[in-house]
Protein backbone atom coordinates (compact mmCIF):
# COMPACT_ATOMS: atom_id res chain seq x y z
CA UNK A 1 0.00 0.00 0.00
CA UNK A 2 1.63 3.18 -1.21
CA UNK A 3 -0.86 5.07 0.96
CA UNK A 4 -1.58 3.09 4.54
CA UNK A 5 -4.55 4.68 6.48
CA UNK A 6 -5.12 4.18 10.79
CA UNK A 7 -8.20 5.04 11.79
CA UNK A 8 -7.25 7.51 14.82
CA UNK A 9 -10.61 8.08 16.21
CA UNK A 10 -14.25 8.22 15.38
CA UNK A 11 -14.40 9.65 11.79
CA UNK A 12 -10.52 9.98 11.97
CA UNK A 13 -8.58 8.33 9.54
CA UNK A 14 -5.16 9.48 9.55
CA UNK A 15 -3.15 8.72 5.70
CA UNK A 16 0.41 7.87 5.62
CA UNK A 17 1.66 10.08 2.31
CA UNK A 18 4.46 8.32 0.22
CA UNK A 19 8.12 9.56 -0.40
CA UNK A 20 7.21 10.78 -4.20
CA UNK A 21 3.52 11.75 -3.89
CA UNK A 22 3.35 12.79 -7.90
CA UNK A 23 0.92 12.06 -10.73
CA UNK A 24 1.93 7.91 -10.56
CA UNK A 25 -0.05 7.57 -7.89
CA UNK A 26 -3.34 9.05 -8.37
CA UNK A 27 -5.42 6.52 -8.90
CA UNK A 28 -4.03 4.80 -5.63
CA UNK A 29 -4.67 7.83 -3.89
CA UNK A 30 -8.50 8.17 -5.37
CA UNK A 31 -8.82 4.42 -4.55
CA UNK A 32 -8.13 5.10 -1.09
CA UNK A 33 -9.95 7.76 -0.03
CA UNK A 34 -13.17 6.91 -1.98
CA UNK A 35 -12.88 3.40 -0.13
CA UNK A 36 -13.79 5.73 3.14
CA UNK A 37 -16.81 7.64 3.55
CA UNK A 38 -17.07 11.12 2.97
CA UNK A 39 -17.98 12.04 6.65
CA UNK A 40 -14.56 11.10 7.98
CA UNK A 41 -12.00 13.65 8.28
CA UNK A 42 -8.64 13.12 6.85
CA UNK A 43 -5.53 13.91 8.27
CA UNK A 44 -2.40 13.54 5.87
CA UNK A 45 0.76 12.80 7.21
CA UNK A 46 3.43 14.27 5.42
CA UNK A 47 6.52 13.08 7.00
CA UNK A 48 7.98 10.65 4.43
CA UNK A 49 7.49 12.71 1.51
CA UNK A 50 10.37 14.08 -0.10
CA UNK A 51 9.11 14.91 -3.55
CA UNK A 52 5.97 16.39 -4.13
CA UNK A 53 4.85 17.79 -8.02
CA UNK A 54 1.67 20.22 -9.35
CA UNK A 55 -0.23 16.77 -9.85
CA UNK A 56 -0.82 15.77 -6.02
CA UNK A 57 -1.78 19.61 -5.47
CA UNK A 58 -4.73 18.65 -7.86
CA UNK A 59 -5.54 15.53 -5.91
CA UNK A 60 -5.57 17.41 -2.87
CA UNK A 61 -8.15 19.54 -4.50
CA UNK A 62 -9.95 16.48 -5.21
CA UNK A 63 -10.20 14.98 -1.61
CA UNK A 64 -11.40 18.30 -0.75
CA UNK A 65 -14.03 18.57 -2.83
CA UNK A 66 -14.53 14.80 -2.08
CA UNK A 67 -15.18 15.47 1.71
CA UNK A 68 -16.98 19.19 1.29
CA UNK A 69 -15.66 20.80 3.85
CA UNK A 70 -12.26 21.97 3.62
CA UNK A 71 -11.81 21.67 7.74
CA UNK A 72 -11.75 18.03 7.52
CA UNK A 73 -8.18 18.18 5.68
CA UNK A 74 -5.41 18.60 7.47
CA UNK A 75 -1.61 18.52 6.55
CA UNK A 76 0.75 17.44 8.99
CA UNK A 77 4.52 16.97 9.59
CA UNK A 78 5.24 18.90 5.99
CA UNK A 79 8.79 19.61 5.12
CA UNK A 80 9.90 23.02 4.86
CA UNK A 81 10.29 22.29 0.90
CA UNK A 82 6.91 20.97 0.73
CA UNK A 83 5.37 23.55 3.29
CA UNK A 84 6.85 26.08 0.06
CA UNK A 85 5.43 24.48 -2.23
CA UNK A 86 1.84 24.56 -0.66
CA UNK A 87 2.32 28.34 0.20
CA UNK A 88 3.34 29.20 -3.31
CA UNK A 89 0.06 27.80 -4.39
CA UNK A 90 -1.74 29.45 -1.53
CA UNK A 91 -3.20 25.97 0.06
CA UNK A 92 -2.80 27.43 3.48
CA UNK A 93 -6.26 29.32 2.56
CA UNK A 94 -7.78 26.40 1.92
CA UNK A 95 -6.04 23.44 4.51
CA UNK A 96 -4.62 22.96 7.37
CA UNK A 97 -1.12 23.13 7.50
CA UNK A 98 1.74 22.03 10.22
CA UNK B 1 34.73 17.63 -24.78
CA UNK B 2 32.74 14.84 -24.13
CA UNK B 3 33.32 12.31 -20.81
CA UNK B 4 30.96 10.04 -21.04
CA UNK B 5 28.40 8.58 -23.13
CA UNK B 6 25.61 6.21 -22.13
CA UNK B 7 22.64 4.57 -24.12
CA UNK B 8 20.60 8.16 -23.04
CA UNK B 9 22.82 10.45 -20.69
CA UNK B 10 25.96 12.10 -21.88
CA UNK B 11 28.32 14.05 -20.04
CA UNK B 12 30.71 16.88 -21.38
CA UNK B 13 32.78 19.73 -20.30
CA UNK B 14 33.64 22.87 -21.85
CA UNK B 15 35.85 25.51 -20.59
CA UNK B 16 34.17 25.51 -16.62
CA UNK B 17 30.93 24.10 -17.37
CA UNK B 18 29.72 20.59 -17.36
CA UNK B 19 26.38 19.34 -19.21
CA UNK B 20 24.42 16.73 -19.13
CA UNK B 21 22.74 15.50 -21.33
CA UNK B 22 19.52 13.02 -21.40
CA UNK B 23 17.46 12.72 -24.56
CA UNK B 24 14.90 10.24 -26.28
CA UNK B 25 14.13 9.04 -29.37
CA UNK B 26 10.12 7.18 -30.89
CA UNK B 27 10.51 3.99 -29.31
CA UNK B 28 12.32 5.07 -26.26
CA UNK B 29 9.49 7.14 -24.89
CA UNK B 30 7.09 4.41 -24.77
CA UNK B 31 8.75 3.41 -20.95
CA UNK B 32 10.19 6.29 -20.55
CA UNK B 33 10.30 6.85 -15.95
CA UNK B 34 10.23 10.58 -14.98
CA UNK B 35 10.93 10.01 -11.44
CA UNK B 36 14.03 7.56 -12.60
CA UNK B 37 15.87 10.42 -14.81
CA UNK B 38 15.00 12.85 -12.98
CA UNK B 39 16.82 10.99 -9.63
CA UNK B 40 19.57 10.13 -12.04
CA UNK B 41 20.25 13.81 -13.00
CA UNK B 42 20.12 15.11 -9.98
CA UNK B 43 22.43 12.35 -8.45
CA UNK B 44 24.92 13.63 -11.17
CA UNK B 45 24.10 17.18 -10.54
CA UNK B 46 25.17 16.43 -6.19
CA UNK B 47 22.79 19.49 -4.70
CA UNK B 48 22.72 20.14 -1.27
CA UNK B 49 18.79 19.10 0.12
CA UNK B 50 17.34 22.03 -0.86
CA UNK B 51 18.37 22.74 -4.47
CA UNK B 52 17.73 19.08 -4.73
CA UNK B 53 14.25 19.17 -3.90
CA UNK B 54 13.84 22.65 -5.90
CA UNK B 55 15.81 21.63 -9.19
CA UNK B 56 13.77 18.40 -9.10
CA UNK B 57 10.35 19.81 -8.90
CA UNK B 58 11.48 22.04 -11.61
CA UNK B 59 13.11 19.23 -14.16
CA UNK B 60 10.01 16.82 -13.10
CA UNK B 61 7.33 19.35 -13.95
CA UNK B 62 8.85 20.47 -17.26
CA UNK B 63 9.60 17.35 -18.57
CA UNK B 64 6.39 16.04 -17.92
CA UNK B 65 4.98 19.14 -19.77
CA UNK B 66 7.28 17.92 -22.51
CA UNK B 67 5.25 14.68 -23.04
CA UNK B 68 1.96 15.41 -21.67
CA UNK B 69 1.49 18.37 -23.68
CA UNK B 70 4.10 18.32 -26.34
CA UNK B 71 4.59 14.55 -27.30
CA UNK B 72 0.80 13.60 -26.32
CA UNK B 73 -0.96 16.35 -27.00
CA UNK B 74 -2.92 16.19 -23.21
CA UNK B 75 -4.96 19.08 -22.52
CA UNK B 76 -5.31 20.22 -18.63
CA UNK B 77 -9.10 20.88 -18.59
CA UNK B 78 -9.41 17.16 -18.75
CA UNK B 79 -8.88 17.26 -14.68
CA UNK B 80 -11.29 19.56 -14.14
CA UNK B 81 -12.94 16.68 -12.43
CA UNK B 82 -12.13 13.79 -10.44
CA UNK B 83 -13.36 11.25 -13.48
CA UNK B 84 -11.51 13.45 -16.02
CA UNK B 85 -8.10 13.58 -13.77
CA UNK B 86 -8.25 9.26 -13.95
CA UNK B 87 -9.31 9.65 -17.95
CA UNK B 88 -6.54 12.12 -18.03
CA UNK B 89 -3.86 9.50 -16.53
CA UNK B 90 -5.56 6.81 -18.56
CA UNK B 91 -5.35 8.51 -21.72
CA UNK B 92 -1.61 9.56 -21.14
CA UNK B 93 -0.74 5.94 -20.49
CA UNK B 94 -2.64 4.55 -23.94
CA UNK B 95 -1.27 7.25 -25.96
CA UNK B 96 2.36 6.84 -24.58
CA UNK B 97 2.43 3.52 -24.84
CA UNK B 98 1.24 3.98 -28.45
CA UNK B 99 4.10 6.48 -29.46
CA UNK B 100 5.82 5.45 -32.75
CA UNK B 101 7.54 8.98 -33.65
CA UNK B 102 8.84 12.01 -31.15
CA UNK B 103 12.17 13.21 -29.61
CA UNK B 104 12.65 15.25 -26.09
CA UNK B 105 16.41 16.17 -25.22
CA UNK B 106 17.08 17.33 -21.26
CA UNK B 107 20.27 18.92 -20.80
CA UNK B 108 21.59 20.63 -17.60
CA UNK B 109 24.53 22.98 -17.70
CA UNK B 110 26.23 23.53 -14.36
CA UNK B 111 28.42 26.81 -14.70
CA UNK B 112 29.87 30.09 -12.82
CA UNK B 113 28.40 33.17 -13.65
CA UNK B 114 30.19 35.92 -14.83
CA UNK B 115 28.09 38.08 -13.70
CA UNK B 116 26.94 37.88 -10.33
CA UNK B 117 29.61 35.33 -9.44
CA UNK B 118 27.02 32.78 -8.51
CA UNK B 119 26.59 29.17 -9.24
CA UNK B 120 23.58 28.84 -11.50
CA UNK B 121 22.17 25.64 -13.75
CA UNK B 122 21.16 25.86 -16.71
CA UNK B 123 18.38 23.63 -17.99
CA UNK B 124 17.10 23.58 -21.57
CA UNK B 125 14.60 20.86 -22.87
CA UNK B 126 13.24 20.31 -26.36
CA UNK B 127 10.56 18.52 -27.72
CA UNK B 128 9.46 17.51 -31.41
CA UNK B 129 5.60 18.12 -29.92
CA UNK B 130 3.19 20.30 -30.86
CA UNK B 131 3.91 23.35 -28.94
CA UNK B 132 1.69 25.68 -27.45
CA UNK B 133 1.36 29.40 -27.66
CA UNK B 134 2.86 30.60 -24.47
CA UNK B 135 1.64 33.95 -25.09
CA UNK B 136 -1.55 32.85 -23.55
CA UNK B 137 0.19 31.00 -19.93
CA UNK B 138 -2.42 31.80 -17.34
CA UNK B 139 -0.23 32.75 -14.11
CA UNK B 140 -3.10 34.64 -12.54
CA UNK B 141 -5.34 31.69 -11.49
CA UNK B 142 -7.81 30.60 -8.71
CA UNK B 143 -6.62 28.45 -5.72
CA UNK B 144 -9.17 25.71 -6.81
CA UNK B 145 -8.00 25.59 -10.62
CA UNK B 146 -7.13 22.47 -11.80
CA UNK B 147 -4.12 23.23 -14.06
CA UNK B 148 -0.71 26.25 -14.44
CA UNK B 149 0.26 25.19 -10.70
CA UNK B 150 3.37 23.04 -12.28
CA UNK B 151 4.50 25.91 -14.19
CA UNK B 152 3.35 28.61 -11.21
CA UNK B 153 6.18 26.70 -9.12
CA UNK B 154 8.95 26.50 -11.44
CA UNK B 155 8.56 30.28 -12.11
CA UNK B 156 8.65 30.79 -8.42
CA UNK B 157 11.70 28.55 -8.01
CA UNK B 158 14.08 30.09 -10.92
CA UNK B 159 15.75 32.73 -12.37
CA UNK B 160 14.38 32.74 -15.48
CA UNK B 161 11.73 31.26 -17.53
CA UNK B 162 11.86 31.35 -21.52
CA UNK B 163 9.98 29.62 -24.14
CA UNK B 164 10.75 29.75 -27.59
CA UNK B 165 10.23 27.69 -31.05
CA UNK B 166 6.52 27.88 -30.88
CA UNK B 167 6.63 26.47 -27.00
CA UNK B 168 8.49 23.44 -28.22
CA UNK B 169 11.73 24.54 -25.85
CA UNK B 170 12.09 25.24 -22.94
CA UNK B 171 14.87 27.11 -20.58
CA UNK B 172 14.98 27.59 -17.11
CA UNK B 173 18.06 29.56 -15.69
CA UNK B 174 18.15 28.15 -11.27
CA UNK B 175 20.63 29.87 -9.11
CA UNK B 176 22.24 27.14 -6.70
CA UNK B 177 22.01 27.69 -3.07
CA UNK B 178 20.13 31.09 -3.27
CA UNK B 179 18.07 29.63 -0.52
Redesign the interface.
Known sequence: MTFKVTPQADGILRVQICE?F???T??EF?TTYESESPANSFILDFEKT??????A???L??LR??VGDVRKVKLIRCSN?IKK?LE????Q??FEIT | MTLFNRERLSISEYDDAMTYTISWKDDELTDID??DCVGQLLTLLNLDE?DH??F??IL??LL?NSIDHGLLGLSSSL?ES?DG??EY?KLREEKLASLKKGQISMSAERYDSDNDKEEKLKLTLVDSGCGFDYSKLNNDFG??A??G??I??VR?YCDALTFSQGGRRVEVIYAINSG
Open positions: RDFSQARKHMDSSLGMLLEYEIICHFDI | VASFRGVSEIKAFAYIAHSRGKLQ
